[in-house]
């Protein structure tokens, strides 16, 4: 997985029957371009995501060619350009920043050796204060991975507010490594709610 771009018009309640679809969109020799979507008992779309892939050399770490046997069964177009989702808003060096420090733990690590996707989330989201994520409802993210994470490597979560008084309120992301290179960057987008659980 390389880059997520989500638009997110409501999340689904506890309780609440929804499904989950997907389809690989289209292809090319080095990148596969998938898409997600999350619909209510009606239909009605909650959550659309578009997605950039790449298959890994897990010994050389390195991206390779897709496997015409991986990508067949899915039948996707062969394009010469996948669709691009544009880069998320980098953060500046003279902007103010929220930071937090993780430790990589065991936990963290996928079957592919590196931090699972979801935990990036979570670092980037949790550098921003409590004050504000409980009076705002993410709306949209535009998340992009750089560089691998791995078992035991420190990392920096840092955030920065960009606009906060006219809608959508927006934030940008970094996680990187202590020596400066760059993990993932994240664009979030945000909408003021009255009352959040």
């Known amino acids: 997985m390389t880059q997520y771009k989500m638009a997110i018009d409501r ?3 506890v309780g609440e029957k929804v499904t989950v679809a997907t389809r690989a ?21 909650c959550v659309h995501v578009d997605s950039i892939w790449v298959v890994m050399d897990r010994n050389t770490r390195k991206m390779i060619s897709i496997p015409e046997d991986v990508i067949a069964p899915f039948d996707a177009e062969v394009v010469k350009m ?25 936990f963290d690590i996928d079957q592919n050796g590196h931090v699972n996707n979801a935990h990036y989330f979570d670092w980037l989201l949790d550098a921003l204060p409590m004050s504000f994520l409980s009076r705002h409802r993410l709306v949209a993210l535009n998340i992009r991975f750089e560089n691998e994470v791995q078992y035991h490597n420190d990392v920096i979560s840092q955030a920065a507010l960009v ?18 290179e760059v993990a993932t960057e994240a664009e979030c987008h945000w909408q003021p709610v009255a009352k959040q659980i």
């Not at 090319?28 to 998938?34: M, P, S």
């Not at 996948?82 to 065991?106: F, T």
Request: net charge positive; charged share 35%; no cysteine.
């Open 82 to 106: 996948i669709p691009r989702l544009g880069r998320p808003m980098r953060l500046a060096a003279d902007e103010q920043l929220m930071e937090k420090q993780y430790r990589v733990r065991y």
């Open 25 to 45: 969109t289209s292809y090319n020799r080095y990148f596969a371009f998938r898409e997600f979507w999350l619909t209510d008992a009606t239909g009605k779309e």
């Open 163 to 180: 606009t906060d008084n006219q809608e959508p309120i927006i934030t940008k992301h970094r996680i990187k490594m202590p020596d400066g």
């Open 11 to 13: 999340m689904p309640k």
